[in-house]
Nanobody, 120 residues
């Protein structure tokens, strides 16, 4: 089974920056796409940014121009660089990985999340 582990969250002041990392591990698999989601208390979870293996990206409108997603295919790791953070970015950030096992079975794995808190 592919496991996904996030890191890099923390407490930062408004206007600051953080970089989140998410690594997928396991055996005999290929990643097709990875994405970052977030959920704030009392709110629905939302897709923040996603990237495919070939580098195609999409972003939540409210983070465009501030967040950048990138992927290292050799390391099965996705990064989310977050600049000019705002208090409304405060949430639990978690990532997922979509791919295929060598057997041809597809999978979607989720991490447990990393907390990002932006103080005003």
């Amino acid at each position: 089974q592919v496991q996904v582990v996030e890191s890099g969250g923390g407490l930062v002041q408004a206007g600051g920056s953080l970089r989140l990392s998410c690594a997928a591990s396991g055996s005999r698999f290929v990643i097709n796409a990875m994405g970052w989601y977030r959920q704030a208390p009392g709110k629905q979870h939302e897709l923040v940014a996603a990237i495919t293996r070939d580098g195609s990206t999409n972003y939540l409108d409210s983070v465009k121009g501030r967040f950048t997603i990138s992927i290292d295919n050799a390391k099965n790791t996705v990064y989310l660089r977050m600049n000019n953070l705002k208090p409304e970015d405060t949430a639990l950030y978690y990532c997922n990985a979509d791919g295929l096992y060598q057997s041809g079975t597809d999978f979607r794995s989720w991490g447990r999340g990393t907390q990002v808190t932006v103080s005003s």
